[in-house]
């Protein structure tokens, strides 16, 4: 482990099939006025709206609803619900929904009693807000973002073609219920999973020391490798489910970026991919992940090292005969025969970007400079123009 | 994953060789009396007391110290604690030790203001206390226990030959210094590396699921092992000292038990030893390892399976041509060669147990139900009498 780091993650995670039946329970310790946001109302479908208005119900709490958070949430819905929260003075946020939802009830919760435009702090970048907050909890209803433990949120500003990142704070408590996850179609599913892998790899790719984070981040892509598969046969495999969504919590936490540099060059990417596009995020991420990582393999040695052990220790590529850099990309190979496996899109054009949009989406990429090979804007465009 | 489970772990950790500086910012939270809790004085000898008490008075606090906590703490020492901490009306409680120091100071948080004598809890392991608790916060000189970000508090009663488990609460923060391990002389570092050891395997040896957890764990073994390798050729190695005190701490704060059984069987033979001989804990530990676990393989298909998985993820058996109990039987062997290339105690005998004492240890230990095998009495008697 590297440099002082500071591990501290108190949301309270109910997790299981009957994890609903302690929301209620929960809810007991905020005020009476909850705003019940969701996304486009497949809640209302799959049985989950109920339960979860049940509860509220029981809890005797007053509730004012949010729905129609879209996937790649905008930032003038946050507005919208900026709007609501202040007018309905609500006491308590609860999501209901994937990451989109949960990153967007952050964004109104931190927002809501600020003096400053949302879009300035998460465009600038600003450092930790004062404003008031209004306490969120979420019920998650897709595995992938982590969003349900971290402090993150993402937000797209469409008139800009930006998509950016701010850190709000953590929701108190996430109720984690593997069955809410069966109706997730296929695409949004193998979504989210690459997600999960790619947060693991953007904390797994950097650093050149020995470090029990690396391990761990072994682990999860092992497990998660393993459950994806399973999945894609079998939608309702319970054991699968349960473990994608466990790995995909644990995964942006905070726990395995302890003690050592990370990268997140192919969110950078990606992100900015989406930002022209509005193409689904975990889709956008495995479009530019291979010419990318071939960037990383070509140019630096410590990268090779690392994806040797990726290679050796996930992918069980084994190593007798082979040159370092031979392993490496037979791991690399392997990952991506897996991604195609999963029906990943494997180039940003079948996410709807083309050749006249590069240089717009460098321009939307910022630069990290914290992985093995810090990207100049020739390279960008490079690995835009290879992931075609 | 399997059943419902909650996972809430609100300990702060504060890890780096500066991780220090941070304690009297910490201290701020709460009031001014703090009682100062340490061992047999080897943190005079170090620094870390000096730098402890400088921290204390940049925080303008009034301190009392109470030291001699011993190995195995008894519930004689406890009760002592009880009386300074209600005399002394202290507000907060400060740990500088090991896990003897900080499970002793659980004890003392939780039982001061209790009616009942705290052995009637620990004895009869009560549930939760709803006692007042005197708020606990810790600087860690010693990985192993993980009791820096668990609840869990071990202690000794000499006049009844026993040693007991109860819940409290967690530290509220924990300092983690790697460099304070650095003069933990190799018996005692070697008895906390086999005590994470065998806490990750109470967990990871039980169940018959595809579990994430398990693949937590054996990234958390892997770890451990590297490092374990290279602190005994250098006791100053940071990497190595670092990755230790970490995956202490991951192993023991509830992460790897979810969603899945556990067992804790070695735990209470070896408890039950420490009961009557006072040894070490680590090395009682590792003294009943073995004949433990060939019981299990030779009693249980779902054992065989699970050390199969060790064998191949942890030790690097290779399976090709051997049977399932070959491999497991040979992944185990490997573990023994590595318990001795430590120093472990690979035997109770050198625990300071003879023959007279096994019908005792057997009664000082609890059977849990909850592993690969249930022990009958018989069993327990002749794990041990292996063990000698």
Same mark, same amino acid.
């Given at each position: 482990?590297?440099?002082?780091?500071?591990?501290?993650?108190? /949301?309270?995670?109910?997790?299981?099939?009957?994890?609903?039946?302690?929301?209620?329970?929960?809810?007991?310790?905020?005020?009476?006025?909850?705003? +019940?946001? #969701?996304?486009?109302?497949?809640?209302?479908?799959?049985?989950?709206?109920?339960?979860?208005?049940?509860?509220?119900?029981?809890?005797?709490?007053?509730?004012?609803?949010?729905?129609?958070?879209?996937?790649?949430?905008?930032?003038?819905?946050?507005?919208?619900?900026?709007?609501? $929260?202040?007018?309905?003075?609500?006491?308590?946020?609860?999501?209901?929904?994937?990451?989109?939802?949960?990153?967007?009830?952050?964004?109104?919760?931190?927002? /809501? #009693?600020?003096?400053?435009?949302?879009?300035?702090? #998460?465009?600038?970048?600003?450092?930790?807000?004062?404003?008031?907050? =209004?306490?969120?909890? @979420?019920?998650?209803?897709?595995?992938?973002?982590?969003?349900?433990?971290?402090?993150?949120?993402?937000?797209?500003?469409?008139?800009?073609?930006?998509?950016?990142?701010?850190?709000?704070?953590?929701?108190?408590?996430?109720?984690?219920?593997?069955?809410?996850?069966?109706?997730?179609?296929?695409?949004?599913?193998? %979504?989210?999973?690459?997600?999960?892998?790619?947060?693991?790899?953007?904390?797994?790719?950097?650093?050149?020391?020995?470090?029990?984070?690396?391990?761990?981040?072994?682990?999860?892509?092992?497990?998660?490798?393993?459950?994806?598969?399973?999945?894609?046969?079998?939608?309702?495999? #319970?054991?699968?489910?349960?473990?994608?969504?466990?790995? %995909?919590?644990? $995964?942006?936490?905070?726990?395995?970026?302890?003690?050592?540099?990370?990268?997140?060059?192919?969110?950078?990417?990606?992100?900015?991919?989406? %930002?022209?596009?509005?193409?689904?995020?975990?889709?956008?991420?495995?479009?530019?992940?291979?010419?990318?990582?071939?960037?990383?393999?070509?140019?630096?040695?410590?990268?090779?090292?690392?994806?040797?052990?990726?290679?050796?220790?996930?992918?069980?590529?084994?190593?007798?005969?082979?040159?370092?850099?031979?392993?490496?990309?037979?791991?690399?190979?392997?990952?991506?025969?897996?991604?195609?496996? +999963?029906?990943?899109?494997?180039?940003?054009?079948?996410?709807?970007?083309?050749?006249?949009?590069?240089?717009? =989406?460098?321009?939307? @990429?910022? =630069?990290?400079?914290?992985?093995?090979?810090?990207?100049?804007?020739?390279?960008?465009?490079?690995?835009?123009?290879?992931?075609?």
């Amino acid at each position: 482990m590297t440099g002082n780091f500071t591990f501290h993650n108190p /949301t309270k995670l109910y997790f299981g099939e009957e994890a609903i039946e302690n929301l209620s329970k929960e809810l007991e310790n905020y005020g009476n006025k909850v705003m +019940l946001v #969701y996304g486009g109302g497949s809640i209302k479908r799959n049985g989950i709206y109920e339960a979860v208005k049940k509860e509220l119900e029981k809890a005797g709490k007053t509730v004012v609803e949010l729905g129609g958070v879209m996937p790649n949430p905008t930032i003038d819905k946050v507005r919208e619900g900026m709007r609501m $929260a202040k007018e309905e003075a609500v006491d308590f946020i609860l999501a209901v929904g994937g990451g989109s939802t949960i990153d967007y009830c952050k964004a109104v919760a931190g927002s /809501t #009693y600020c003096e400053a435009d949302p879009w300035e702090y #998460y465009f600038n970048e600003w450092g930790e807000m004062t404003c008031r907050w =209004i306490p969120v909890g @979420c019920v998650l209803t897709m595995a992938g973002t982590g969003s349900e433990m971290n402090s993150g949120s993402v937000i797209s500003n469409h008139s800009e073609n930006r998509k950016k990142f701010y850190y709000f704070r953590n929701p108190d408590f996430a109720i984690l219920n593997p069955v809410y996850t069966y109706t997730v179609p296929q695409y949004q599913t193998v %979504a989210g999973i690459y997600d999960i892998m790619s947060h693991i790899l953007e904390q797994y790719l950097s650093g050149n020391d020995d470090n029990t984070s690396d391990y761990i981040s072994e682990g999860l892509m092992r497990s998660l490798i393993v459950s994806s598969r399973k999945v894609l046969v079998n939608p309702e495999d #319970y054991e699968a489910r349960s473990n994608i969504m466990w790995t %995909a919590t644990w $995964a942006l936490n905070g726990l395995i970026e302890c003690g050592k540099p990370t990268d997140w060059m192919v969110h950078m990417l990606g992100q900015a991919v989406a %930002a022209y596009t509005d193409a689904t995020h975990g889709h956008t991420l495995s479009a530019v992940s291979g010419a990318y990582y071939r960037l990383l393999i070509s140019r630096s040695e410590d990268a090779v090292k690392k994806f040797c052990l990726l290679a050796q220790n996930v992918w069980d590529v084994r190593p007798e005969g082979k040159s370092a850099k031979e392993v490496a990309l037979e791991g690399l190979e392997r990952m991506e025969e897996w991604m195609r496996s +999963l029906g990943m899109a494997m180039n940003i054009t079948d996410c709807g970007a083309d050749e006249s949009m590069l240089e717009g =989406i460098a321009d939307a @990429c910022p =630069i990290n400079e914290s992985g093995y090979v810090v990207l100049s804007r020739a390279d960008v465009i490079d690995v835009l123009r290879k992931s075609l």
